[in-house]
């Protein structure tokens, strides 16, 4: 696949400044940040529902839902149950790994002076 072109226009991201991943269950991928708006404002439904990973509230979930793992694996807390919330709150974790592995990393930080789409 490849993962510089966004899923909705079917151009070019150029950078990770116009770059945002999202996610709908176990898929990521890349959008211009405004085709993203676009493709939320047609969205209606909730299974339909992509989810931002990349960005300043994707980095806030992952610190949160890493740091609830780490707890519910090192202690006791609600024994089965506990374990069982730890590996659910790695799947946020896991997708911003996806997302930056395979995505942000291969883009370019930021291009000064390009020209608007
Ligand atoms: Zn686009």
Not at 23 to 47: D, G, I, K, M
Not at 70 to 81: K, Y
């Amino acid at each position: 696949m490849n993962t510089k072109v966004c899923r909705y226009c079917y151009k070019d991201i150029r950078d990770r400044d116009e770059l945002v991943t999202a996610s709908n269950w176990f898929r990521v991928r890349p959008y211009h940040y405004r085709c993203f708006q676009l493709l939320e404002e047609e969205t209606s439904t909730v299974a339909g529902m992509w989810t931002p990973v990349n960005g300043r509230i994707g980095l806030i979930t992952v610190a949160l839902m890493l740091a609830l793992s780490i707890w519910m694996f090192a202690t006791n807390t609600l024994h089965f149950i506990g374990d069982l919330i730890g590996v659910l709150a790695l799947y946020p974790v896991l997708l911003r790994v996806i997302s930056y592995l395979f995505i942000e990393s291969r883009l370019p930080k930021y291009i000064e002076k390009k020209p608007p789409l």
